[in-house]
């Protein structure tokens, strides 16, 4: 089965608007890592957050690895954040990544 | 630093051609990684490499693909007999020795026509 899942895959706010992204994984985790793709564009690492809370401007990861999951909250969206947020775990140090389907976000003016 | 330098930003090649290509990654880093994006397939790991040493190939197709990183500064991606099914974004990304995180060139958007 798929072992990094994304929700929702897909997403709408309007400007202004909190956004809670979610990432759950089924196998071990050494690290996360949250990326941010505009459409044509290249992965922009947003966090490596192997577990707990980091944060960014209006952005925080949070990992839980006994409960495998980690999530990307965006405070106050802008139109500007609109893209594809992606998580991707590695389950052995400096090993491969294991991506998400991602989550396309779209934040109207 | 310029980042991870992937080149040609752009390829289109005929169905039975050969595509190569390129991956600089950032100076020092001693892991390479390819990965190849699609629209049905999302993000898929191809390979990697430490040290120049190939670590971990399981992501390839076994005909066709081979990669190769003959110096530090440099890594390849060849393609033979390209078929429409190898159009895709092709992505490398490095990381340093005592890090985890991945950094990702723009990438190679490869069309067979």
């Known amino acids: 089965g798929q072992q990094v899942q994304q929700s929702p895959a897909s997403l709408v706010l309007q400007e202004g608007e909190n956004a809670e992204l979610q990432c759950n994984f089924s196998?071990?985790?050494?690290?996360m890592q949250w990326f941010y793709q505009r459409p044509g564009g290249s992965l922009v690492s947003l966090f490596y957050?192997?577990?707990g809370t980091k944060h960014s401007g209006r952005l925080t990861s949070t990992t839980v690895i006994k409960e495998r999951r980690s999530s990307l909250h965006i405070s106050s969206s802008q139109t500007t954040d609109s893209g594809t947020y992606l998580c991707a775990l590695n389950n052995n140090a400096g090993a491969k990544l294991t991506f998400g389907g991602g989550t396309r976000l779209t934040v109207r003016p | 630093n310029a980042g991870v330098i992937q080149t040609p930003r752009h390829k289109v090649t005929g169905k039975g051609q050969e595509a190569t290509l390129w991956c600089e990654p950032i100076?020092?880093?001693?892991?390479v990684f390819w990965y190849r994006q699609t629209i049905v397939q999302g993000l898929e790991f191809l390979t990697y490499?430490?040290?120049?040493?190939?670590?971990?190939d399981s992501g390839m197709p076994k005909e066709r693909f081979s990669a190769q990183m003959p110096n530090q500064s440099h890594s390849t991606l060849k393609i033979q007999s390209t078929q429409p099914q190898d159009s895709a974004v092709y992505l490398c990304?490095?990381?340093?020795?005592?890090?985890?995180?991945?950094?990702f060139g723009p990438g190679t958007r490869l069309l067979v026509l």
């Open positions: 990304a490095s990381s340093s020795d005592n890090q985890d995180t991945q950094y």
């Open positions: 196998t071990s985790l050494n690290s």
């Open positions: 957050n192997p577990s």
């Open positions: 490499f430490r040290n120049q040493a190939p670590i971990d």
């Open positions: 100076s020092g880093h001693s892991a």
